[in-house]
């Protein structure tokens, strides 16, 4: 058969139109296959994702005071096993699935949240990333730490899927935390740190303070700390025992002879 003949471009013809017929199918075969793969990687990961509600363990607060954890061991592992710091997860986790989904909306409903694809975890810098899901939600949920040392960590929470975020209103992120970030504040006659074991800030008062130190701390606390969190402020005088801020400004008439 000689190129350029009817019958030559008419088989040609007849073979390109299979070559792309196989092309075709190849190609629909191929995104069949990784459509497969999306669908049972997001199946086995949401089919993993535990059913709060038949936890037979809970107490009475889980999943309606804070987010019942599953999975955790790696997260719990990054905080130093900090069960404080645990608990203030759970409680910003329940906070941002009650604000951003309806499904939960109702304070009756339990929430549960499992950390899912480990091979998805990673460490930037400082910051190590989670991936997880809330039970009775298909939209995966980044969650991420970072430390600032003395058990502080700040938190963000984003659904990946629409990209909904709010760590400016979460607990982690408030005016307390951004404050202790701040510590210790070393001036001549006070000092201002804060104690990890006990979870509080200790103002020590040093020989020599006056009424204008008084005042110093009484604002950098009101400005930094929050007129909310002044119950976990307290005062000593060269750090021996504790004084309520009365008694500070008397020693300085008076001295506490005890102290």
Same mark, same amino acid.
């Given at each position: /058969?000689?190129?350029? %003949?009817?019958?030559?471009?008419?088989?040609?013809?007849?073979? /390109?139109?299979?070559?792309?017929?196989?092309?075709?199918?190849?190609? +629909?075969?191929?995104?069949?296959?990784?459509?497969?793969?999306?669908?049972?990687?997001?199946?086995?990961?949401? @089919?993993?994702?535990?059913?709060?509600?038949?936890?037979?363990? +809970?107490?009475?607060?889980?999943?309606?005071?804070?987010?019942? +954890?599953?999975?955790?061991?790696?997260?719990?592992?990054?905080?130093? !096993?900090?069960?404080?710091?645990?608990?203030?997860?759970?409680?910003?986790?329940?906070?941002?699935?009650? $604000?951003?989904?309806?499904?939960?909306?109702?304070?009756?409903?339990?929430?549960?949240?499992?950390?899912?694809?480990?091979?998805?975890?990673?460490?930037?810098? !400082?910051? $190590?990333?989670? %991936?997880?899901?809330?039970?009775? +939600?298909?939209?995966?949920?980044?969650?991420?730490?970072?430390?600032?040392?003395?058990?502080?960590?700040?938190? $963000?929470?984003?659904?990946?899927?629409?990209?909904?975020?709010?760590?400016?209103?979460?607990?982690?992120?408030?005016?307390?935390?951004?404050?202790?970030?701040?510590?210790?504040?070393?001036?001549?006659?006070?000092?201002?740190?804060?104690?990890?074991?006990?979870?509080?800030?200790?103002?020590?008062?040093?020989?020599?303070?006056?009424?204008?130190?008084?005042?110093?701390?009484?604002? %950098?606390?009101?400005?930094?700390?929050?007129?909310?969190?002044?119950?976990?402020?307290?005062? @000593?005088?060269?750090?021996?025992?504790?004084?309520?801020?009365?008694?500070?400004?008397?020693?300085?008439?008076?001295?506490?002879?005890?102290?």
């Amino acid at each position: /058969m000689k190129p350029g %003949t009817g019958q030559w471009m008419e088989t040609n013809g007849e073979n /390109m139109r299979n070559i792309a017929t196989k092309r075709n199918v190849l190609i +629909l075969f191929s995104g069949l296959i990784i459509a497969s793969l999306v669908i049972w990687t997001l199946f086995f990961n949401t @089919s993993s994702v535990v059913n709060p509600n038949k936890d037979k363990n +809970l107490n009475p607060d889980d999943g309606i005071s804070y987010a019942v +954890l599953y999975d955790y061991a790696e997260v719990f592992s990054v905080i130093d !096993e900090n069960e404080d710091v645990l608990r203030s997860i759970q409680k910003d986790l329940l906070f941002f699935a009650r $604000s951003t989904r309806q499904e939960f909306s109702d304070n009756t409903v339990l929430v549960g949240f499992t950390f899912v694809d480990e091979d998805e975890n990673y460490k930037q810098n !400082e910051t $190590s990333f989670f %991936t997880g899901y809330f039970y009775g +939600l298909e939209d995966k949920i980044q969650v991420s730490l970072t430390p600032y040392g003395r058990g502080v960590y700040t938190l $963000s929470i984003t659904n990946l899927k629409d990209s909904t975020n709010i760590d400016d209103s979460l607990s982690m992120n408030g005016q307390r935390n951004r404050f202790i970030i701040t510590l210790p504040i070393e001036k001549s006659f006070y000092s201002i740190r804060y104690q990890l074991t006990e979870d509080r800030i200790v103002v020590s008062f040093y020989d020599g303070y006056t009424q204008k130190d008084i005042d110093e701390v009484i604002a %950098t606390i009101n400005s930094g700390f929050g007129e909310n969190n002044l119950d976990d402020v307290v005062y @000593s005088i060269n750090r021996v025992g504790i004084v309520n801020l009365d008694q500070v400004g008397q020693n300085l008439i008076t001295p506490l002879l005890q102290l």
